[in-house]
């Protein structure tokens, strides 16, 4: 095996142009379609789900006719919004839902289209995703009032203009209201554009912990590199720490650049994080492992107990849980 690279060595460059191009499904969704979802028969609501999305495409992409003795078709709302727990599909819907539909699109994370911003500008992000058929926000997020501000003035400006939305964002297990706590936080937070959106929720079990431990699991220091050989393609190796002090130094829409062509990861020593922006940031990067599929091993505290009880405590908790439901599927990738 060639000796491990290392994430704190690279400090990649994105221009915005490759960021804009870059909002495509992550790769583990190229094989999601309408036909490839399997709802659970133990929660309706996921076959419900599937069959407003698939009428969603005839309604968003068929001309309305009109006529002197034709009944009014009923209104279709402009948006949809998937409110559910973790591993029940959502993303999967979502990406049949933006390949189903006609180009131009775009599909990112809510942290995507913020760092799009970010990089661009406001002005120049509205022009730059006007046009798009539908605008996927996967794990729309309502932890940062500003993001959230910014967000809701970005997609009113682009449904004016005909662009269709379709939002996810996950609900805690134990969330108010199996979830309503979701959708009305949701609703409240955009609310000058919340009658744009018909809101669902789907209800199922976290299909990332239905084969696999609830615990990621942890080597010895001295087996770490072992541990790595069994993984051919690129590997990288960190020590946890610096990997996380590195993170303050590039930006969050770079970090795809951190992991392009990585398959495997080995951290050592991974600790506790008690600091918020240290966790933050290591959420994002989390996510963009998650996308790439690139299986982590490590060593020291286990990375299902990464953040603090404090953390998982406060309002962050929701990002917090879905990067440890993440870290778990990618701890136990062979």
Known sequence: MPAPISLVERSPEVSAEQIVASLVPPPQFDGATFESYRPDPAHPSQTEALERMQELVTAWTSPRRGGLFKKKAPEVKP?????????????????????????????????????????????????????????????????????????????????????????????????????????????????AIADRFQIMRIDGDDYRQRDISGSAPTVEPDELEPALAGFEGMVALDDFDALVAHLAHVHPSRYVGLVRDVDALGLRE?????????????????????????????????????????????????KYLRAISRLVALANER
């Open 79 to 191: 948006g949809i919004y998937l409110d559910g727990g973790f591993g029940v599909g959502k993303t999967h819907l979502l990406a049949a839902l933006w390949k189903a539909m006609p180009g131009p699109k775009r599909f990112g994370t809510f942290i995507e289209y913020t760092a799009l911003v970010g990089a661009l500008g406001y002005a120049e992000t509205v022009r730059q995703l006007q046009g798009s058929s539908i605008i996927c926000i996967d794990e729309f997020e309502l932890d940062d009032p500003g993001d959230t501000m910014v967000m809701t003035r970005l997609l009113g400006e682009l449904v004016a203009s005909g662009t269709k939305l379709a939002a996810t964002s996950n609900t805690p297990p134990n969330a108010l209201g199996e979830g309503r706590f979701a959708a009305s936080d949701f609703l409240r937070e955009i609310q």
């Open 270 to 318: 991974v600790r506790v994080l008690h600091d918020q922006n240290d966790a933050l940031r290591f959420v994002a990067l989390v996510d963009r492992l998650y996308d790439a599929q690139v299986a982590i091993r490590a060593s020291g505290t286990t990375l299902s107990s990464v953040f603090s009880e404090e953390m998982l405590g406060g309002g962050y908790r929701k």
